[in-house]
Nanobody, 127 residues
Framework: QVQLVESGGGLVQAGGSLRLSCAAS????????MGWFRQAPGKERELVAA????????YFADSVKGRFTISRDNAKSTVYLQMDTLKPEDTAVYYC????????????????????WGQGTQVTVSS
């Protein structure tokens, strides 16, 4: 059983930055591809970024490409989401999720493929 705990959310002005962290415990972290999802009020949950087990492959939604960066530190069992040039439309609850993956270089796009989820952290961007 893997436990995921997100941190780093908060209130920031438009144009600012935040760095989210997701610490994993209870499993072998480098067996999991990791994803960051977000859900805004009244909207469906969407994949924002994903990273393969090895860290060699990453994905970003078009809405955050060029502004967000995903990285992982397997030694610390932690995945990060660096969010720069934040916009009000980035306001949402952000969740990290773990996908037990047979491939070191792939990640999943579909939320149902992620086995474990964190509790979420609120990010609010004011205009």
């Amino acid at each position: 059983q893997v436990q995921l705990v997100e941190s780093g959310g908060g209130l920031v002005q438009a144009g600012g930055s935040l760095r989210l962290s997701c610490a994993a415990s209870g499993g072998t972290f480098n067996l999991y591809a990791m994803g960051w999802f977000r859900q805004a009020p009244g909207k469906e949950r969407e994949l924002v970024a994903a990273i393969s087990r090895s860290g060699s492959n990453t994905y970003f939604a078009d809405s955050v490409k060029g502004r967000f960066t995903i990285s992982r530190d397997n030694a610390k069992s932690t995945v990060y989401l660096q969010m720069d040039t934040l916009k009000p439309e980035d306001t949402a609850v952000y969740y990290c999720a773990a996908d037990l993956s047979l491939s070191a270089n792939r990640y999943s796009m579909e939320s149902y493929k992620y086995n474990y989820w964190g509790q979420g952290t609120q990010v609010t961007v004011s205009s």
